[in-house]
């Protein structure tokens, strides 16, 4: 056969990255001095979860306070500022980097048979101007002044009148914003530039595409947000009346820059998200993808179609009428891209040969709760509704059936995917098959509940809250403490199995695409000789002859 | 809740109740099938995969039926929202201030209150300002609720068509006792208000009463 996949066979023989430097350092300095895209990809990994795990312990925190009414833990302030962080780490630290700083990373190149990406040298840039970010969002905690307290939103005129460090706070944003404007850049280059011989737009994985189609917002959106917290900093630095109507600005200008990039950036965070699904649903299911060319178009069209329905957030604000009809009709539209993904998906199950293993069971659990969360988005779209559950916990709930139940459960998804291949280690399927369920089932509990109190009228962003929403309240931490425990069993199997797992072989699911020809840990540069691809992404009659490999 | 206090809260219960039921037979269609496949076609069976590459009419059906469905929740959520622009020309009108953290009502006659009172059956607009930063006045018996904004007015429409007492929620963060921003709505009736309201209200209930 021809030796399209360029690959070595099963067993390791060669050295993988880890056993190799791209520099002349060894130890930590072949970490932090590295150009080699896996290894940047991974430290990544360490950061963004880190990160996740103080937000998670932050959220766990909002949720103890609001056990039950009257609060007892903290102060209003303390409250204040520990939802405005949750909201900023997560947004910022976690779910905005997440899948493509890590698993783009580290997958992007390989799928696409290329050696690393495009710019080696500004990969690891963009990771220490990350690095920076946080550390300056985290200096802002600890500075006189106190924690910024004015939601992750940075609503003006609270934001010039806040005492607390809100300018360093936003700065960290901009400064995270030129990280993803770099590892942007980076992968549209790498995709036009670096695609391997006979790997055509058509042939990439869906992946690589949803991942393309993030870069671009990445790029196009991220500038807006960067001068928006620029114009802010100056107001707050000297007076100047930009959007402070005491200083004849415009506090509404302000909702509109800040969502014409956060609405998008809502697409940055879902996207990569949705090619890891479109990866694992073939892989499980043993055949092609169904409707690859509308999967690939969809993600484009919500790319697109997502920079324009930015007023949807601004229904109360005092708009004007027309405004309110052109947004709520494109939010409609918008929803019409990620149906036809869901429906495709669904369909790609159909007369496969279907083997539910951990990284398919996250994604049947992903379909659910996004599509909940797709779904509620409707509600919020449409004017009447929007009108009375904006800014309640009905919104709060929708964004984390889709941010977290959507973009988080297939960041776990994908951890259990590529695990093995990036750690040369297998995980215990057990502990994972029993990790979704619970996950699933304190998921819901935590956050179904946010539904109901929404349209009671409970507002979001409450220290306190009146008696009748107790039950709710509660059962609502109650489900904080199992899906939390939840998150650090994973944490804690994968730990384990990082030190104490059995080796996985290179291709323990019976991948095609070309990560799964290659080595577990790949090596340095991952392939020994660069492949040709002859199959299609998604061609299930090539594993038949990768077992002869 | 029982039943809703103005006719608009029953039209947005509507618009609500309409999408979700489409939601809930859309999700439980797509969960139920999904749930289906992996049994039925489990590697366990033994059954070999069919590559299907794609279905053009499935496409076309699962663009067109769900545009048409979200084409109607947009229509309903659209007419359902102009009930809130439907003002009579001379509407009672009560000048709403929001302050951090408090909302202060002030009627025609002069009268200041921390609660709003307003007249049966009569078309309220309240004419809302801020002095500090941005609040949301919200009435979530009635459905309702508009940004208060720092520098400009903006209004909030109803009227009310069953006496009692509703919550008012701020429902913008304002900042350290945002969420102890509550009052209430009192709806009363004719008698009763103008009992309160010490005079003549310019009912506006049959055109012309107030001459």
Not at chain 1, 72 to 99: C, D, E, R, W
Not at chain 1, 348 to 355: A, F, L, P, V
Not at chain 2, 24 to 46: A, C, D, E, P, S
Request: aromatic share 16%; glycine share 8%.
């Amino acid at each position: 056969m021809d030796n399209s996949s360029g690959v070595l066979p099963v067993e390791q023989v060669k050295k993988s990255f880890y056993q190799e430097s791209t520099n002349k350092y060894t130890g930590i300095g072949a970490w932090l001095l590295t150009k080699d895209h896996k290894r940047i990809g991974l430290m990544y990994m360490y950061a963004i979860i880190s990160f996740f795990v103080v937000g998670a312990i932050i959220g766990l925190l909002m949720r103890l306070e609001l056990l039950s009414p009257g609060g007892k833990l903290f102060s209003a302030q303390t409250y204040n500022s520990l939802f405005t962080l949750h909201g900023v780490i997560m947004i910022f630290l976690f779910i905005i980097p997440g899948i493509p700083a890590i698993f783009g990373n580290f997958f992007l190149p390989i799928q696409i048979g290329a050696r690393d990406v495009a710019f080696p040298r500004l990969n690891l840039l963009s990771w220490y101007v990350y690095i920076t970010g946080a550390i300056l969002a985290l200096t802002s905690l600890f500075l006189p002044g106190g924690p910024i307290d004015t939601g992750w939103t940075f609503y003006i005129p609270y934001s010039v009148r806040s005492g607390t460090n809100v300018s360093l706070a936003l700065f960290a944003a901009f400064v995270l914003g030129f990280s993803s404007i770099l590892t942007g850049i980076n992968f549209v280059t790498t995709v036009h530039r670096l695609r391997g011989k006979g790997m055509t737009f058509f042939k990439m994985p869906l992946f690589v595409w949803a991942t393309y189609a993030t870069a671009w917002i990445q790029i196009i959106a991220t500038p807006v947000i960067a001068i928006t917290i620029l114009l802010v900093i100056i107001e707050r630095a000297f007076g100047v009346g930009i959007f402070d109507p005491a200083l004849g600005g415009d506090p509404i200008l302000f909702q509109h820059l800040f969502w014409i990039y956060s609405h998008p950036a809502v697409y940055i965070m879902i996207l990569p998200a949705m090619g890891v699904v479109s990866e694992i649903i073939p892989t499980f299911s043993r055949r092609t993808i169904f409707g690859y060319k509308q999967i690939a178009y969809s993600s484009l069209a919500i790319a697109f179609i997502g920079y324009l329905v930015w007023g949807h957030h601004m229904f109360s604000s005092g708009q004007s009428d027309l405004s309110n009809m052109i947004f709520s009709l494109l939010t409609f539209l918008v929803a019409l891209p990620s149906g036809v993904k869901i429906f495709n998906w669904v369909a790609t199950m159909y007369k496969g040969s279907i083997d539910p293993q951990p990284p398919f069971l996250w994604v049947m659990s992903f379909i659910v709760l996004f599509s909940i969360g797709g779904l509620t988005g409707l509600v919020l779209g449409s004017l009447a509704t929007d009108i009375h559950l904006t800014d309640t916990y009905f919104v709060v709930a929708h964004f984390h059936y889709v941010m977290f139940g959507g973009t988080g459960t297939i960041f776990i998804a994908a951890m259990h995917y590529w695990f093995p291949k990036m750690f040369g280690k297998m995980y215990n399927i057990k502990c994972a098959n029993v990790a979704v369920v619970l996950y699933f089932i304190g998921f819901n509990m935590l956050y179904f509940p946010k539904f109901i109190m929404g349209y009671m009228g409970m507002p979001r962003r409450y220290y306190n809250y009146l008696p009748m929403y107790t039950p709710y309240q509660r059962i609502s931490t109650y489900g904080s403490w199992i899906l939390v425990g939840t998150i650090f069993f994973i944490i804690g199997y994968f730990v384990y199995a990082y030190y104490r797992g059995k080796k996985a072989t290179s291709n323990p699911w019976g991948g095609v695409t070309l990560e799964w020809h290659i080595q577990s840990p790949p090596i340095m540069e991952n392939f020994e000789t660069l492949p040709v691809i002859t199959h299609d992404p998604y061609d299930f009659s090539q594993l038949k002859e990768m077992k002869n490999e | 809740m029982g039943p809703a206090p103005t006719v608009h809260a029953e039209s947005v219960d509507f618009v609500m109740l309409y999408i979700v039921a489409i939601s809930v037979v859309l999700l439980i269609g797509i969960t139920v099938t999904m749930i289906y496949f992996v049994f039925k076609y489990n590697r366990k069976k033994g059954h070999e995969p069919v590559d299907i590459h794609g279905n053009v009419l499935l496409e076309v059906v699962w663009i067109v039926i769900p545009t048409l469905l979200v084409l109607s929740m947009f229509y309903f959520g659209y007419t359902s929202f102009r009930e809130l622009r439907d003002k009579p020309d001379n509407p009672f009108i009560v000048k709403v201030t929001a302050r951090m953290w408090q909302f202060t009502f002030e009627y025609a006659n002069g009268k200041k209150t921390d609660t709003l009172y307003v007249p049966l059956n009569a078309p309220v607009d309240l004419e809302m300002k801020s002095v500090d930063v941005n609040h949301c006045l919200y009435i979530p018996a009635f459905r309702i609720k508009e940004d208060i904004i720092y520098g400009q007015t903006n209004h909030l429409y109803f009227n009310a068509k069953q006496t009692g007492d509703y919550d008012i929620a701020c429902a913008e963060y304002c900042g350290l006792n945002h969420s102890a921003m509550y009052t209430k709505v009192k709806v009363l009736l004719d008698n009763d208000f103008t009992k309160w309201y010490g005079g003549n209200w310019q009912p506006v209930k049959n055109g012309s009463a107030s001459n």
